[in-house]
């Protein structure tokens, strides 16, 4: 068998080298495939990744041949339809895939050389990131596969690589200068995920007694407590700055389109200026629910990735 011999493994390309990204890159265009199956399947009570085996069409019930599953060539191949019962498919199916396929090659850009360890964490933790993004917008919620199922692997990824770790403030206190190891990595994930998830409780919890309604899903909660655990602490801080900032533009943007959509339907009942008060309460009644869960996403995955030069950014960084 000479592809077992170690000539033949020394063959491959090195993590570091440029062959090695495309590879990663196409590895993350079919993982990004797979994310379209747990993103369609993790709401649902009667099914799993695994239940059913095979892909099928939602409309037909048609189990999808292997022509029919190569990411992004095949939904361009058939415009976006079925090939039996010709029903579309969502766009967000390549979408999710080319994203998946974005996120392994920042993975390998950003990783450190030749650390393969760091660079399977950092895709798995992004290819995470994009499925909670995807079922919060659709649903509203964020799986527990992903964020109770980050929550036990942060822990095992920071002792397995204590790397993950390194520069973390609790690491380094208890390393007294040396190496961070394993003991030190699971101090700084257990703080990273304490920190994260009792902030981001505290929050709803002061919210809701403000409001007298619920301030903030649980499912953030947990989220940002199992980003927490592979961030460290000032990961935490750095990625909820980024979520909340984003958020926020982004929620003013979804006030004002609110208001568009509220005034235009005002002006052809020809109320005029009458229709402006009621048009912002409306605006601001309805526009102000977006799920928090992608944003927390796109800051972990922004700190994951390069931590140090976005702290750098932000006021207490310098």
């Avoid at 993590?15 to 079919?30: D, K, R």
């Amino acid at each position: 068998m000479a592809l077992l011999e170690p000539s033949a493994l020394l063959a491959f390309p090195p993590v570091g080298s440029a062959p090695f990204g495309v590879f990663w890159t196409l590895v993350g265009l079919f993982v990004g495939s797979f994310l379209n199956v747990c993103i369609h399947r993790f709401p649902l009570e009667d099914q799993s990744i695994f239940k059913p085996v095979r892909s099928h069409c939602p409309g037909c019930e048609r189990q999808l041949e292997w022509v029919e599953n190569i990411p992004v060539l095949s939904w361009l191949y058939q415009r976006g339809k079925c090939r039996g019962c010709k029903m579309g498919i969502h766009w967000r199916y390549p979408l999710v895939e080319i994203l998946g396929a974005a996120a392994f090659y920042l993975a390998w850009y950003m990783a450190p050389a030749e650390d393969l360890g760091i660079l399977l964490i950092h895709s798995t933790v992004l290819s995470g990131l994009i499925v909670a993004t995807f079922v919060d917008f659709d649903r509203y919620e964020i799986p527990d596969q992903v964020s109770i199922g980050g929550m036990w692997a942060a822990p095992v990824a920071s002792a397995l690589v204590p790397a993950l770790h390194a520069s973390g403030p609790v690491a380094l206190a208890m390393a007294g200068g040396g190496s961070v190891d394993w003991v030190a990595a699971l101090a700084e994930c257990a703080a990273g995920m304490a920190l994260g998830g009792g902030f981001l409780y505290g929050v709803g919890w002061i919210g809701t007694r403000i409001y007298k309604a619920e301030a903030m899903g649980f499912g953030d909660v947990k989220l940002i407590a199992a980003g927490g655990g592979f961030i460290g602490t000032q990961g935490v801080v750095g990625a909820l700055i980024i979520a909340v900032v984003v958020a926020s533009i982004f929620g003013v943007l979804n006030i004002l389109r609110f208001y568009h959509v509220v005034r235009t339907r005002q002006r052809r009942r020809r109320l005029g200026n009458r229709g402006i008060p009621e048009a912002i309460r409306t605006a601001r009644a309805v526009g102000r629910y977006l799920p928090f869960g992608p944003y927390l996403a796109l800051g972990i995955g922004i700190v994951l990735l390069d931590w140090k030069d976005v702290l750098t950014l932000l006021p207490f960084g310098h």
